[in-house]
Structure formats: structure tokens, C-alpha cells
């Protein structure tokens, strides 16, 4: 409880990071949560932060969300 999954996809819908679960604050309803995910691309683009629930019964993801963000690379 009080986690869920992340995944960072470039352009072309690779994922390019796929860190460890992500906690939420604890306790019972909505939490909050701050993250800074590492990633590496060559050039700046698009790209989508993509967030969901694993299922408890099956394993499979659930509640996905994707937002588009801009990704930039290193100087």
C-alpha cells in the first residue's frame, strides 16, 4: 500500500528509466510525494512520465497515468 510504479519513455516510447516503487506519505487516503528520477538522452524531446497501481490480485498495472514532459539533455 502507499506505493506505485514509474517509468520514464523517450520520443519514440522506450522506456528509457525505470526506477524502484515510489512510496507516498503514509497513512489512510491521498499522499503526497516528491521524486527526482535520473535519466540520460542525447538530444532534447518529448517524452512521458508514465505512473500506476500493480495490481494485488494479478500483478498487472493498474490506474496507469501518462503525462507528456520535456526532456532535456546534460550540458
Given at each position: 500500500?502507499?506505493?506505485?510504479?514509474?517509468?520514464?519513455?523517450?520520443?519514440?516510447?522506450?522506456?528509457i528509466?525505470?526506477?524502484?516503487?515510489?512510496?507516498?506519505?503514509?497513512?489512510?487516503?491521498?499522499?503526497?510525494?516528491?521524486?527526482?528520477?535520473?535519466?540520460?538522452?542525447d538530444?532534447?524531446?518529448?517524452?512521458?512520465?508514465?505512473?500506476?497501481?500493480?495490481?494485488?490480485?494479478?500483478?498487472?498495472?493498474?490506474?496507469?497515468?501518462?503525462?507528456?514532459?520535456?526532456?532535456?539533455?546534460?550540458?
Amino acid at each position: 500500500e502507499a506505493t506505485f510504479q514509474a517509468a520514464i519513455t523517450d520520443a519514440d516510447g522506450l522506456i528509457i528509466v525505470e526506477p524502484p516503487y515510489l512510496m507516498t506519505t503514509s497513512g489512510v487516503g491521498w499522499g503526497t510525494f516528491d521524486a527526482a528520477i535520473p535519466y540520460d538522452v542525447d538530444e532534447a524531446q518529448w517524452g512521458s512520465l508514465i505512473v500506476w497501481e500493480d495490481s494485488a490480485r494479478d500483478g498487472s498495472q493498474i490506474d496507469v497515468r501518462e503525462y507528456p514532459v520535456w526532456l532535456t539533455s546534460a550540458p
